[in-house]
């Protein structure tokens, strides 16, 4: 079983900055890709960033320029940099990998809980 766990969300005002963390653990052999999604309440969960295993990347329309996805692949750990935050970025963000357990296994794909950011003057 694997576990992501996201940190770093809180308040924060408009054009401020915030760093989200994710941490995956437990039964690892390989991540492929590695993804921030966010869902504002009652909306659907809208993909933000996505990095793959070489450290390609790609954003959302709405957040490009403003947000920055990167990884620590040796240590599993996933970042999005959020800078010149708007009240529309408020939103649960929650963090995705497909995961590979062992050699030959299927990848599978695990979700955080979600950490809650509000951008709010």
């Known amino acids: 079983q694997v576990q992501l766990v996201e940190s770093g969300g809180g308040l924060v005002q408009p054009g401020g900055s915030l760093m989200l963390s994710c941490a995956a653990s437990?039964?690892?052999?390989?991540?492929?890709?590695m993804r921030w999604y966010r869902q504002v309440q009652g909306g659907q969960r809208e993909l933000v960033a996505v990095i793959s295993s070489g450290g390609g990347t790609n954003y959302a329309g709405s957040v490009k320029g403003r947000f920055t996805i990167s990884k620590d692949g040796a240590k599993n750990l996933l970042y999005l940099h959020m800078s010149s935050l708007k009240p529309e970025d408020t939103a649960v963000y929650y963090c995705?990998?497909?995961?590979?357990?062992?050699?030959?296994?299927?990848?599978?794909?695990?979700w955080g809980q979600g950490t809650q950011v509000t951008v709010s003057s």
């Open positions: 437990g039964s690892i052999y390989s991540i492929t890709f």
């Open positions: 995705n990998a497909d995961v590979r357990a062992g050699y030959g296994s299927p990848f599978v794909t695990y």
